[in-house]
C-alpha cells in the first residue's frame, strides 16, 4: 500500500534543504522526479512545496529546473564573545576559533556579521557594550557569565540571543553549543578502547565547580561505571601560583605509583606538568587525554591525544539559523537545546588500539 505523507512535512524538509544547499553554496535543485524519491513524497506534493518556495523567495523555477536564490541580508548580526578591551585577545582560544571560521565561511555566503566584544574586568565597558546591542537583531553569545547577567541585560531590547555555551539555569535563550556530557563519555570510551581501565580526571577547582565541565564529568562517570571501572576526581582549589603548580605536579608524577593507568584533564591548561612522565618513556603506557580548551594539548611537543569544540558543525548551525531567519523561518524557542558532539585528535599520549 502507498503512503501519502502530508503536505505540511514535506514543504518544511524541503525548505530546510534548500537552506542547507544555499549554505554550501550550491545553486540548482534537482528535478521535480528526484526530489520526489528523496523525500518520499508524490510529484505533485513536490510540486506544491515548489511552488510555495517560490512564493517565499527561496527559489526561482523555469523550464529548466529549479534555481536557488542568491542570499539578500534582511537583519543584522553578532558573535559576542569576552575579550581583553586592552590587546584585543579572546578570552577562551576556542571561541577565537570559532569566531574566526565563522567570519570565514559567512563571508563566502555574503553573510555580514560583527564581532561584539565584551570585557568583564573593566565594568566601565558595560553601556558601550549595551549600546551596541541595540543595533542588532540577533546575537550569538560565547560569554561566560552567571545565570542572571543576559537576561538582564537584553530586557527591553530589540535583540534576541542565541547561547553558544551552556549556564546554569538559564533556560531564557535557545541553546546551540558543544555536549559536554557527551565529551566526557567518548573520552572515557577513547580510554577504554585503549585498554585503560584505572584513569584520573584533573582540573583546577575553579573549573569543576561549572555546569560544562560537571557534564564531562557525568558523562565520563557514566561510562566508566557501566565498564565497572573506577575512577579520580583530582583538583586544586588553591590559589593560581607556583605553590599550585608543584602541588599538581607532584600529585600526577605520584598517578602510575598509586595504581592509576591514566589521566584525563577537563582542561588542558596541566597538561604540560605531565612532562616528567613522558620524558621518563612512561607515556602511552600511562595514557594522556585531554580536552583541548585552550589549544595547548595539540600543540605540544608531542602531541596529546585531544577531544576539542566542535568548531565547523557549530558554524553551520549558525549559518543555517541566519538563512531561516531571513527566510522568516526560524523559530526562536527559549527551550529548545541543541548540543554538538566534540571532535576528536589523535595525538601520540595514548596506545594504539591494535597494542590495547
Same mark, same amino acid.
Given at each position: 500500500m502507498r503512503t501519502y505523507r502530508k503536505q505540511t512535512d514535506v514543504l518544511t524538509e524541503l525548505r530546510e534543504f534548500v537552506i542547507a544547499k544555499r549554505t554550501e553554496g550550491v545553486s540548482r535543485l534537482d528535478g521535480e522526479r528526484a526530489l520526489a524519491a528523496q523525500f518520499a513524497a508524490g510529484r505533485p506534493?513536490?510540486?506544491?512545496?515548489?511552488q510555495q518556495l517560490e512564493k517565499d523567495g527561496l527559489i526561482h523555477r523555469s523550464r529548466s529546473g529549479a534555481t536557488i536564490l542568491p542570499f539578500r541580508q534582511k537583519y543584522r548580526y553578532a558573535y559576542a564573545a569576552q575579550v581583553h578591551c586592552i590587546n584585543d585577545t579572546f578570552y577562551f582560544p576556542a571561541y577565537k576559533d570559532l569566531w574566526m571560521e565563522l567570519q570565514k565561511t559567512a563571508a563566502e555566503a555574503g553573510i555580514r556579521i560583527d564581532l561584539l566584544?565584551?570585557?568583564?574586568?573593566?565594568? +566601565?565597558?558595560?553601556?558601550?557594550?549595551? +549600546?551596541?546591542l541595540d543595533s542588532f537583531d540577533l546575537v550569538f553569545f560565547s560569554l561566560f557569565f552567571n545565570s542572571t547577567f543576559l537576561p538582564e541585560v537584553l530586557r527591553g531590547r530589540k535583540c534576541r540571543a =542565541? /547561547?553558544?555555551?551552556? /549556564?546554569? +539555569?538559564?533556560?531564557? %535563550?535557545?541553546?546551540?553549543? /558543544?555536549?559536554n556530557f557527551e565529551t566526557g563519555a567518548m573520552a572515557a570510551r577513547i580510554l577504554l578502547e585503549r585498554g585503560y581501565r584505572r584513569p584520573a580526571l584533573s582540573a583546577p577547582g575553579i573549573n569543576t565547580a561549572s555546569l560544562d565541565f560537571r557534564q564531562r564529568v557525568n558523562g565520563f562517570a557514566? =561510562?566508566? +561505571?557501566?565498564a565497572g571501572c573506577r575512577f579520580q576526581l583530582l583538583s586544586s582549589y588553591m590559589d593560581l601560583g607556583i605553590e599550585e603548580i608543584n602541588l599538581m605536579q607532584r600529585c600526577i608524577m605520584r598517578l602510575p605509583r598509586l595504581g592509576f593507568d591514566s589521566v584525563f584533564f577537563l582542561d588542558d591548561h596541566w597538561v604540560m606538568l605531565c612532562d616528567p612522565l613522558i620524558e621518563a618513556g612512561m607515556v602511552p603506557e600511562f595514557g594522556i587525554l585531554a %580536552?583541548?580548551?585552550?589549544?595547548?594539548?595539540?600543540? &605540544?611537543?608531542?602531541?596529546?591525544?585531544? /577531544?576539542? &569544540?566542535?568548531?565547523l558543525p557549530l558554524v553551520r548551525k549558525v549559518q543555517e539559523i541566519i538563512f531561516a531567519e531571513e527566510a522568516g523561518f526560524f523559530r526562536y524557542d527559549p527551550s529548545f537545546r541543541f548540543r554538538i558532539a566534540p571532535d576528536y585528535f589523535p595525538g601520540k599520549t595514548l596506545r594504539t588500539r591494535q597494542n590495547a
Open positions: 506534493t513536490i510540486g506544491k512545496a515548489l566584544p565584551y570585557d568583564p574586568d573593566y565594568p +566601565e565597558t558595560q553601556q558601550e557594550f549595551l +549600546e551596541k =542565541v /547561547l553558544l555555551n551552556e /549556564l546554569d +539555569e538559564c533556560d531564557d %535563550f535557545p541553546l546551540y553549543a /558543544l555536549d557514566e =561510562v566508566m +561505571e557501566k %580536552f583541548d580548551g585552550n589549544m595547548i594539548a595539540r600543540t &605540544h611537543n608531542p602531541p596529546i591525544d585531544t /577531544l576539542s &569544540h566542535g568548531t
